[in-house]
Nanobody, 115 residues
Framework: QVQLRESGGDLVQAGGSLRLSCAAS????????MDWYREAAGLRREWVAS???????DYADSVRGRFTISRDNAKNTLYLQINNLKFEDMAVYYC?????????WGRGTQVTVSS
């Protein structure tokens, strides 16, 4: 019954910025971890960033320094601030949450990068 819904994806010029949002149907503090993944056309879905219930944050090497993951517990929303967009960032971005070894996924939001 957990639902995650991403928003904020858009067509943005290389070097630009976006903020993605993931609205959850229940308290995000109930999740042991929340994550952002992305899936580029023809490629495997890859992990991008995570934040644990205790606030521990980690990033994939490819996005560290450019992406910032954050959350607003009161709004049940996870965010991903994307700066200095590169062509390789173009993908469908998915919100993920885990609890008791159960994984929940959103439907994704498209980030397109133009020259």
């Amino acid at each position: 019954q957990v639902q995650l819904r991403e928003s904020g994806g858009d067509l943005v010029q290389a070097g630009g910025s976006l903020r993605l949002s993931c609205a959850a149907s229940e308290s995000i503090s109930s999740f042991e971890s929340m994550d952002w993944y992305r899936e580029a056309a023809g490629l495997r879905r890859e992990w991008v960033a995570s934040i644990s219930r205790g606030g521990v944050i980690d990033y994939a090497d490819s996005v560290r320094g450019r992406f910032t993951i954050s959350r607003d517990n009161a709004k049940n929303t996870l965010y991903l601030q994307i700066n200095n967009l590169k062509f390789e960032d173009m993908a469908v971005y998915y919100c993920h949450a885990s609890r008791d070894y159960t994984n929940y996924w959103g439907r994704g939001t498209q980030v397109t990068v133009s020259s």
